[in-house]
């Protein structure tokens, strides 16, 4: 039986992972080698690793949450902080380290800096996917556009 590997996206092409390609798993890099994936931005000090984010009117990364429009939409899920006031954050790659997901769609939730696999129904809440659990402790995050519920 021949050996088979994985296939991946590349610029729009399905191809054969190699022996020699190297998958990223975010959530490990620490060390700011991964600067061109993941660039360094100003952060609120009370954000933290694998929190939901968006980005301020001042250009501040805060943790971002489902109930106003005003708090979305998510930009990315952090990755590392090199300072209390700076962090790298990811729109789409692997982001490993979270604990007791349940495999399937994840959601911004309600809860700042949380995703969910409930999707928010609330009038006036942000609906917006932010990828797929893939194990219990791995996201592949792919943010995706927020709608905002209508206040019928």
Do not use: H, W
Not at 94 to 107: D, K
């Amino acid at each position: 039986m021949a050996n088979k590997r994985p296939l991946i996206m590349d610029s729009g092409a399905i191809k054969e992972l190699t022996s020699t390609d190297d998958l990223l798993v975010p959530g490990s890099v620490t060390d700011g080698t991964n600067s061109t994936v993941a660039p360094t931005l100003t952060c609120d000090s009370g954000v933290a690793i694998r929190d939901a984010v968006y980005l301020d009117g001042s250009g501040v990364i805060q943790k971002a949450d489902a109930t106003s429009i005003s708090t979305a939409p998510a930009v990315g899920v952090v990755i590392s902080k090199p300072t209390s006031v700076s962090c790298r954050v990811v729109a789409n790659g692997l982001v490993a380290g979270f604990s007791g997901l349940t495999i399937g769609e994840l959601y911004l939730s309600e809860t700042a800096g949380e995703l969910t696999s409930t999707a928010p129904t609330a009038s006036a809440t942000i609906f917006q996917s932010m990828g797929r659990a893939i194990s219990t402790s791995v996201v592949l995050v792919k943010v995706d556009v927020a709608i905002e519920r209508g206040t019928v």
